[in-house]
């Protein structure tokens, strides 16, 4: 079977936040806490996870005196992503009645 299963991509809000990442080339955390509507540690948490796999980068800077921490894909969590999109393309395509 081409594609891989990949259990970072099991959670709901890490699925989206790499659906996101995929289409933006930077996104912050605040904008994420907004469309995902999750709570700054539910966010935060998941955040860390995808981190720590090397999926994404994180930036932080300031805008003015406000601190912005902005996130983006790795080219490692970006082909993670896509193995997992294909794993479950096939896996619906076998299971079509």
């Given at each position: 079977?081409?594609?891989?299963y990949?259990?970072?991509?099991?959670?709901v809000?890490?699925?989206?936040?790499?659906?996101?990442?995929m289409?933006?080339?930077?996104?912050d955390?605040?904008?994420?806490?907004?469309?995902?509507?999750?709570?700054?540690?539910?966010?935060?948490?998941?955040?860390?996870?995808?981190?720590?796999?090397?999926?994404?980068?994180?930036n932080?800077?300031?805008?003015?005196?406000?601190?912005?921490?902005a996130?983006?894909?790795?080219?490692?969590?970006?082909?993670?992503?896509?193995?997992?999109?294909?794993?479950?393309?096939?896996?619906?395509?076998?299971?079509?009645?």
């Amino acid at each position: 079977m081409k594609g891989t299963y990949d259990k970072a991509f099991e959670n709901v809000v890490r699925l989206r936040v790499m659906s996101i990442l995929m289409v933006n080339t930077e996104y912050d955390f605040n904008s994420f806490k907004d469309l995902l509507e999750v709570t700054d540690g539910n966010l935060a948490s998941h955040l860390k996870n995808l981190e720590k796999q090397e999926y994404i980068s994180v930036n932080k800077s300031f805008v003015g005196r406000k601190p912005m921490t902005a996130y983006t894909a790795t080219e490692k969590g970006k082909k993670a992503f896509q193995e997992h999109l294909e794993f479950l393309e096939i896996l619906i395509k076998e299971n079509k009645l």
